[in-house]
Antibody, heavy 124, light 109 residues
């Protein structure tokens, strides 16, 4: 069974870069699947941030694309999120998750395994 | 972006009730729709994908239907553990990418 665990600072200053890592166990990132990030502001709904394939191909939410970088480290079996120029609006619980391959193309679909989530607060 | 609109945003129901939640897409998405259940302080849990396929281990009282722009999630006989917030998510194509509905909170009447 795939298990995911997010880690990173819980507090980030405005205008700085938010960095999170998701450690994967029970499955090799190199074996396939799409690996992604979803966030949820306190009391609000879910927002897809982006996903990456083990080959390094990336897929980003157009509304965040200019500020997001997702990378994968197959040697450590983990993947990472960087979100630049953060503001208070980026305060949220950040989840990492696996996405099954789309049935008709080379991009992510639905999310079947999730990490527990980590709260990141943007504040000075 | 493809917008997903859920209704109602919240509902009150009793154990044993039949509950239906609706999700509408701003354009046709075929059957590329998933449903999730989220309880407070927990990560979402996948219930249904491809609009009507039940994820392994999910009770059969959950069912999904629809295609194109209109979809429904039905809980046939509400149990105490089903009180939660439910989200739909479309995965029609990239670009533009994946989007979630705003959520439906199912509360105890």
């Amino acid at each position: 069974q795939v298990q995911l665990q997010e880690s990173g600072p819980g507090l980030v200053k405005p205008s700085e870069t938010l960095s999170l890592t998701c450690a994967v166990s029970g499955y090799s990132i190199s074996s396939g699947y799409y690996w992604g990030w979803i966030r949820q502001p306190p009391g609000k709904g879910l927002e897809w941030i982006g996903s990456i394939y083990h080959s390094g191909s990336t897929y980003y939410n157009p509304s965040l694309k200019s500020r997001v970088t997702i990378s994968v480290d197959t040697s450590k079996n983990q993947f990472s999120l960087k979100l630049s120029s953060v503001t208070a609006a980026d305060t949220a619980v950040y989840y990492c998750a696996t996405a099954a391959p789309h049935s008709s193309g080379y991009y992510p679909s639905y999310f079947d395994y999730w990490g527990q989530g980590t709260l990141v607060t943007v504040s000075s | 972006a493809i917008r997903m609109t859920q209704s109602p945003s919240s509902l009150s129901a009793s154990t044993g009730d039949r509950v239906t939640i609706t999700c509408r897409a701003s354009q046709g998405i075929s059957s590329y729709l998933a449903w999730y259940q989220q309880k407070p302080g927990k990560a979402p849990k996948l219930l249904i994908y491809a609009a009507s396929t039940l994820q392994s281990g999910v009770p059969s009282r959950f069912s999904g239907s629809g295609s194109g722009t209109d979809f429904t999630l039905t809980i046939s006989c509400l149990q105490s553990e089903d009180f939660a917030t439910y989200y739909c998510q479309q995965y029609y194509s990239y670009p533009p990418g994946l989007t979630f509905g705003g959520g439906t909170k199912v509360e105890i009447k």
